[in-house]
């Protein structure tokens, strides 16, 4: 199939680069008003097509799916003008500015039978995808929490705060990873520069015993990539930082024991072995493009799907309602569910080592 990437930015070079390298794709155009962008692009990837008006290209009937890099505030007009022009869209984090373009989108998709993807590349990595299988075959118990940290310095963005340049990695994982309905958000930031926020503190409150927090910083002296999940039984810890052993499962928690007779429980903490589990080190964007292309060419839903995406703004939008207020909490739309839809999920799989 014919492949086009609208954007030409920070992300969109590395989605030329790995959509070229699908055997499933014939040839891509990349589409971008700088011109000196497109060239620069056309000496790194000889034979590229090129082409500054993006019209053309929902114009062209012989481009099967689009490829969205731009900033968020384009996504919607941009994404829907290609799957009203019937491509399928895939678009880079964050999906949507609001739950209601999210839904429009959706809808659209829908009507005209096309793949509607977000590329929340960090699901495609062999460390999350490791996570997911130990939760899942349920070696930790039940999740108790989800604390994770995204901090470095810079990038900062013109038009979204840190929550929304951020924090949407960790979101999708969360959301990927428990499978539980949220309920409400709270957040608080501080703006430093720019007047956006540059540093933030969300936390995500589940109908469950479940609480989520994270951390969001653009004011960091080192780069911290980590996220821990604690379950009733064994805890996660993933750092992104690491080269290897970047999941370890730790045997450590709490037992509560009484006496009978005694009203006063007692606590004891468990602390046993840890163990690293061997994860697949595939390049996690050369496994998004493939899911997208087997999505188009079976039918079958993404695992981050619009339905996906839209849960992810949902979050994103309640925390920045919750900034304007001083960190009060803010309640989730019903729709958010947590908990995808069995004829959602599809059954690709990264390969297990």
Same mark, same amino acid.
């Given at each position: 199939?014919?492949?086009?990437?609208?954007?030409?930015?920070?992300?969109?070079?590395?989605?030329?680069?790995?959509?070229?390298?699908?055997?499933?794709?014939?040839?891509?155009?990349?589409?971008?008003?700088?011109?000196?962008?497109?060239?620069?692009?056309?000496?790194?990837?000889?034979?590229?097509?090129?082409?500054?008006?993006?019209?053309?290209?929902?114009?062209?009937?012989?481009?099967?799916?689009?490829?969205?890099?731009?900033?968020?505030?384009?996504?919607?007009?941009?994404?829907?003008?290609?799957?009203?022009?019937?491509?399928?869209?895939?678009?880079?984090?964050?999906?949507?500015?609001?739950?209601?373009?999210?839904?429009?989108?959706?809808?659209?998709?829908?009507?005209?039978?096309?793949?509607?993807?977000?590329?929340?590349?960090?699901?495609?990595? &062999?460390?999350?995808? #490791? /996570?997911?299988?130990?939760? +899942?075959?349920?070696?930790?118990?039940? $999740?108790?929490?989800? %604390?994770?940290?995204?901090?470095?310095?810079?990038?900062?963005?013109?038009?979204?705060?840190?929550?929304?340049?951020?924090?949407?990695?960790?979101?999708?994982?969360?959301?990927?990873?428990?499978?539980?309905?949220?309920?409400?958000?709270?957040?608080?930031?501080?703006?430093?520069?720019?007047?956006?926020?540059?540093?933030?503190?969300?936390?995500?409150?589940?109908?469950?015993?479940?609480?989520?927090?994270?951390?969001?910083?653009?004011?960091?002296?080192?780069?911290?990539?980590?996220?821990?999940? &604690?379950?009733?039984? #064994? /805890?996660?810890?993933?750092? +992104?930082?690491?080269?290897?052993?970047? $999941?370890?499962?730790? %045997?450590?928690?709490?037992?509560?024991?009484?006496?009978?007779?005694?009203?006063?429980?007692?606590?004891?903490?468990?602390?046993?072995?840890?163990?690293?589990?061997?994860?697949?080190?595939?390049?996690?964007?050369?496994?998004?493009?493939?899911?997208?292309?087997?999505?188009?060419?079976?039918?079958?839903?993404?695992?981050?799907?619009?339905?996906?995406?839209?849960?992810?703004?949902?979050?994103?939008?309640?925390?920045?309602?919750?900034?304007?207020?001083?960190?009060?909490?803010?309640?989730?739309?019903?729709?958010?569910?947590?908990?995808?839809?069995?004829?959602?999920?599809?059954?690709?799989?990264?390969?297990?080592?």
């Amino acid at each position: 199939m014919n492949i086009a990437v609208i954007g030409l930015g920070y992300w969109g070079p590395n989605l030329v680069r790995n959509f070229l390298g699908n055997p499933n794709v014939t040839s891509v155009t990349i589409c971008d008003k700088n011109t000196e962008r497109l060239e620069a692009a056309a000496r790194k990837f000889p034979g590229i097509k090129t082409e500054t008006d993006v019209d053309k290209i929902y114009a062209d009937p012989t481009i099967t799916a689009v490829a969205i890099a731009t900033p968020v505030y384009t996504h919607y007009n941009l994404a829907r003008k290609a799957l009203e022009s019937g491509k399928h869209v895939i678009m880079e984090k964050p999906f949507t500015r609001t739950v209601q373009e999210a839904e429009d989108l959706i809808t659209i998709a829908e009507h005209f039978g096309l793949t509607l993807m977000v590329d929340h590349t960090f699901l495609f990595t &062999g460390a999350v995808q #490791k /996570m997911k299988e130990i939760i +899942d075959e349920g070696k930790i118990g039940d $999740v108790m929490y989800f %604390d994770s940290v995204r901090a470095n310095l810079g990038l900062f963005q013109p038009d979204v705060n840190v929550i929304w340049d951020l924090a949407p990695h960790d979101i999708s994982i969360l959301n990927y990873l428990v499978q539980a309905r949220p309920i409400a958000v709270s957040a608080t930031g501080m703006k430093h520069y720019y007047g956006m926020e540059n540093i933030a503190y969300m936390t995500v409150f589940y109908d469950e015993h479940i609480i989520a927090h994270f951390h969001v910083n653009w004011l960091s002296p080192v780069k911290i990539r980590t996220i821990c999940v &604690g379950g009733s039984d #064994k /805890m996660i810890y993933y750092d +992104d930082m690491q080269t290897s052993e970047k $999941v370890r499962v730790y %045997d450590k928690g709490v037992n509560l024991n009484s006496k009978e007779g005694e009203y006063d429980l007692r606590v004891q903490y468990r602390a046993g072995d840890m163990w690293a589990p061997q994860t697949s080190n595939k390049e996690a964007l050369a496994e998004v493009a493939a899911h997208f292309i087997h999505c188009i060419k079976t039918g079958e839903k993404p695992i981050c799907d619009g339905y996906a995406g839209r849960d992810v703004t949902a979050i994103l939008e309640a925390a920045e309602r919750s900034i304007k207020n001083s960190g009060q909490k803010v309640a989730l739309p019903s729709s958010v569910s947590g908990l995808p839809a069995p004829e959602r999920i599809s059954s690709f799989i990264i390969e297990k080592v």
